[in-house]
């Protein structure tokens, strides 16, 4: 089976950087997914990394460390916009999730 | 083009009727994933179907439970005589392919009284 742990809460004012760690344990791995989801409506795809390393997409990037089990994304200049939950995802052939990150932004 | 659709966005029942829970995947994706969501919580991988075949069933319930992705026309949940621990919220993906990013609907709010 899938086992992720990511934090259950971050705050941050506008315009900060925010890390939000992920560590997984699973038996079967194409990749880590990362979902962003506001207000419980459809959770949308923000990053995907298989191989280890930095993914950069505008202000969000992700990093993978396969021999770790190990995931970060990294949010820039925060936005309010940006308050919302954050999900790790193993990714075989199905998503499994973590518990989410709820990121609030501040003034 | 249109995103993948869900219906109905909300649905209220009564304890021991059925609901059945719709999902239109994207155009050209013949992949169909159902998750569900309770308060607080991550998505909860339930099944995988391509058309006309369940893939994965692993996430389902064994008893009540049930789904499809017929030949034509979407994809369908059927969750008979609901309890009120059926109540969440229930999202389906789909993808062109297995390995492929799966891009979510709206959701269907299930209420079970």
């Known amino acids: 089976g899938q086992s992720l742990e990511q934090p259950s809460e971050v705050t941050a004012v506008e315009g900060a950087i925010v890390q939000i760690n992920c560590t997984y344990q699973?038996?079967?791995?194409?990749?880590l997914s990362w979902y962003q989801q506001h207000d419980g409506g459809a959770p949308t795809f923000l990053s995907y990394?298989?191989?280890?390393g930095l993914e950069e997409t505008g202000r969000f990037s992700s990093f993978l460390s396969r021999s770790d089990s190990y995931g970060y994304l990294l949010l820039q200049e925060l936005q309010m916009k940006d308050s919302a939950s954050y999900f790790c995802?193993?990714?075989?052939?199905?998503?499994?999730f973590g518990a989410g990150t709820t990121v609030t932004v501040r003034a | 083009n249109a995103g993948v659709m869900q219906n109905p966005r909300h649905l209220v029942r009564r304890r021991g009727q059925e609901a059945r829970l719709r999902c239109s995947p994207m155009k050209g994706h013949s992949h169909v994933y159902w998750y569900r969501q309770l308060p607080e919580e991550g998505l909860k991988f339930m099944v995988y179907l391509q058309k006309e075949n369940i893939i994965d069933e692993s996430g389902m319930p064994k008893e009540r439970f049930s789904a499809e992705f017929p030949k034509e026309g979407p994809s369908i949940l059927r969750i008979q005589q609901v309890v009120r621990g059926d109540s969440a919220a229930y999202f389906c993906a789909s993808s062109p392919g297995h390995s492929y990013e799966q891009f979510f609907g709206p959701g269907t709010r299930l209420t079970v009284l």
């Open positions: 699973t038996s079967g791995f194409y990749g």
């Open positions: 990394n298989a191989l280890d």
């Open positions: 995802a193993v990714r075989d052939y199905k998503l499994s």
